[in-house]
């Protein structure tokens, strides 16, 4: 069975190397249930390893050859092996959480290999307070952060006593049969280019608008406007070329305190996110006398109309565009600073608010393209770089979640820096808290887990400035 590549999907591909691994992951963290034994992780991994029959998105595997014209295609690896992407590891000795995010941080820089589907997943104990964590990976062409929440959260329930185990590489009842038969009606080798050339004419169609939307947004790009095209960030040590090599860090505070500081300044909980990112980056870069005079820009992910057929979901995809954000880091005031991204992501909001999903996809491709181009074509230090770095929140659920009687009690999301943008930080709410995901190159970004305390401290800061601390 043959399955075409959407163009983004296939950008990721592309733009993969040893360098920049381009997959996403997460990092769950469970305390066991009460009269668990010894035995508990590895009967879980017993457990979740033998499902009858894996879903179909999990067993896809990128292909190009002269039969597809040399373009990308998934095919189903029918050599599929389970123990290949289930694993059980436990982390040394004292087994504190800096052990854990170093694992995490080793198993982030490492390809996913493309003979084989892409993804993977490990159940990891040994920490010493007896939680479980499970880390899981998958290829950005697989999915997009929202689709790789919704395929987490399709594992989890409400109920604490519920032992059912549910595997999110496990087919459910009908689904799977349900998705062969759709998919194999829609395509075959010979059928790609047709399929291709069907997928190209919606394009055409639907982004017929978008010459007008392009010109407004290079005049608004021009006169350093906020808009979906940034053309004024400074170069700053986060914009270089990158390693393989990564650090990961991760940490959480209670929602109710960043709600508390939008319900005073009349700004949203993205904007106090977004706040407490440029506070904690001007505080770092100050650390290094590296701060630059004009502030820096962030890309900002947006998602798509959930009723837009284009969206993320739980069988895959990807369906993100991107607003630049000024992130107000030549201002000294935090309140200032909060003020100013509150008006800046505003304003690219609305640069959107009048395009298609399509059109918006093909605008942020337009805004990206310096991203992709300048390392591809070794331009680093010639121009400016399009943003500094890369900021993004993922809604996730809002109650408590069980796994086979586990308590989910953390959710911290890894993502993907590339060379020229050393520093990705996401963040992802559950459960009252909103867990922030710094991942960044080891050798560019140096003492990356200094930008935890300086997150604590900006978020202190704007309670102050608020009024509410």
């Not at 991203?371 to 770089?385: K, S, W």
């Amino acid at each position: 069975m043959v399955l075409p590549i959407d163009p983004t999907a296939v950008g990721f591909l592309l733009a993969e190397n040893r360098q920049m691994p381009m997959h996403v992951g997460g990092l769950q963290l469970f305390k066991k249930p009460e009269g668990a034994g010894r035995s508990f992780v590895q009967e879980l991994y017993e457990q979740t390893r033998a499902v009858d029959e894996i879903a179909p998105l999990f067993l896809r595997r990128p292909h190009r050859s002269a039969r597809t014209a040399g373009q990308f295609v998934w095919v189903e690896d029918e050599l599929f092996d389970i123990d290949h992407h289930v694993r059980h590891s436990a982390l040394p000795k004292p087994g504190r959480v800096r052990e854990l995010l170093d694992l995490c941080s080793r198993l982030h820089g490492t390809r996913l290999a493309r003979e084989r589907p892409l993804w993977e997943a490990h159940y990891i104990e040994g920490l010493r307070d007896g939680r479980v964590a499970i880390y899981t990976k998958m290829h950005h062409a697989l999915v997009d952060g929202v689709s790789a929440m919704r395929l987490l959260q399709s594992t989890m329930t409400t109920d604490p006593d519920d032992r059912s185990v549910r595997a999110p590489w496990a087919a459910r009842p009908g689904t799977a049969k349900a998705a062969r038969v759709r998919a194999e009606a829609e395509a075959s080798l010979a059928g790609v280019p047709v399929h291709a050339l069907r997928g190209a004419l919606g394009l055409t169609a639907e982004a017929a608008g978008l010459p007008s939307a392009l010109v407004r947004t290079i005049r608004r790009g021009v006169r350093n406007e906020t808009s979906a095209l940034s053309l004024y960030a400074p170069r700053t040590l986060f914009n270089q070329q990158i390693t393989g090599s990564r650090r990961f860090a991760a940490q959480d505070w209670p929602i109710e305190r960043m709600r508390g500081i939008g319900k005073a300044t009349g700004t949203t909980i993205n904007d106090v996110v977004l706040a407490m990112c440029s506070g904690a980056v001007r505080s770092y870069l100050l650390e290094l006398d590296a701060l630059p005079d004009t502030p820096l820009v962030s890309m900002v992910p947006v998602g798509l109309n959930a009723k837009q057929s284009q969206v993320a979901s739980a069988e895959g995809g990807n369906a993100v565009g991107a607003v630049m954000v000024k992130l107000g880091t030549h201002l000294a005031d935090p309140g200032d600073r909060l003020r100013s991204i509150h008006t800046s992501m505003k304003d690219g909001k609305e640069a959107l608010s009048s395009m298609t999903p399509v059109q918006i996809l093909a605008m942020s491709a337009v805004g990206m393209a310096p991203a992709i181009l300048t390392p591809l074509f070794r331009m680093q230090g010639l121009i400016r770089p399009p943003f500094n770095l890369i900021i993004s929140n993922v809604p996730g659920p809002r109650t408590t979640q069980y796994f086979n009687g586990m308590r989910q009690v953390g959710q911290y999301p890894l993502s993907i820096p590339i060379h020229g943008m050393a520093l990705n930080i996401t963040c992802t709410s559950y459960d009252g808290m909103m867990g922030f995901g710094l991942t960044g190159c080891r050798r560019t970004v140096p003492h990356l887990q200094r930008l935890l305390g300086h997150l604590d401290d900006e978020l202190r800061a704007l309670e102050r400035a608020a009024g509410v601390a």
